[in-house]
């Protein structure tokens, strides 16, 4: 049988039976199979894509900010990211951190009071950090993103 002759082959129908098992036979797995499958299976739809380009279908706006961040800001900044549920795979710090290496990646349980804010950039999700930035909540719509430079106190690198 040549479709399981290579090992990536193989891992590939390996996770699809796990996959399938335990959407048929554990109850409540029913939702993360699904997902599984529907992530797996657009994965392979842009298996020939270049990495960013499937990173940009895969996870739209999220990775579109944190690759505009990677490219707009110096390798040896500090980029303050948001936190909490709402703010998606932005608020996870390892998700981030394998993206813009070797820059440092705080959030703000990782600041001890403004004056030690330590801070170079803000990565700006839903209006999110702009506060921090010193604007007024008055302005504040709910609908920013991008990268805010403490230092100058402007907005950094261009949207796409």
């Known amino acids: 049988m040549t479709f399981l002759a290579t090992p990536r082959s193989f891992a590939a129908a390996a996770i699809v039976s796990?996959?399938?098992?335990?959407?048929?036979?554990?109850?409540?797995?029913?939702?993360?199979?699904?997902?599984?499958?529907?992530g797996a299976w657009r994965v392979y739809q842009h298996r020939n894509a270049s990495p960013d380009a499937r990173a940009t279908v895969l996870l739209g706006d999220d990775y579109l900010l944190i690759a505009r961040?990677?490219?707009?800001?110096?390798?040896?900044?500090?980029?303050?990211?948001?936190?909490?549920?709402e703010h998606g795979p932005l608020a996870n710090?390892?998700?981030?951190?394998?993206?813009?290496?070797?820059?440092r990646v705080l959030q703000e349980r990782d600041l001890?009071?403004?004056?030690?804010?330590?801070?170079?950039?803000?990565?700006?999700h839903h209006g999110w950090g702009l506060e921090l930035a010193g604007?007024?909540?008055?302005?504040?719509?709910?609908?920013?993103?991008?990268?805010?430079?403490?230092?100058?106190?402007?907005?950094v690198g261009t949207p796409q």
Request: hydrophobic share 45%; with cysteine; glycine share 10%.
């Open 18 to 38: 796990v996959v399938l098992v335990s959407y048929v036979l554990l109850p409540g797995t029913g939702p993360w199979a699904r997902n599984v499958a529907v």
């Open 69 to 85: 961040a990677a490219r707009s800001t110096p390798a040896d900044s500090r980029i303050l990211i948001p936190s909490g549920a």
């Open 93 to 103: 710090k390892v998700w981030c951190l394998y993206y813009l290496y070797p820059r």
């Open 112 to 124: 001890h009071g403004l004056a030690a804010l330590g801070a170079d950039y803000v990565l700006v």
């Open 135 to 155: 604007v007024s909540p008055m302005l504040i719509t709910g609908r920013e993103a991008g990268i805010f430079d403490l230092r100058t106190g402007r907005s």
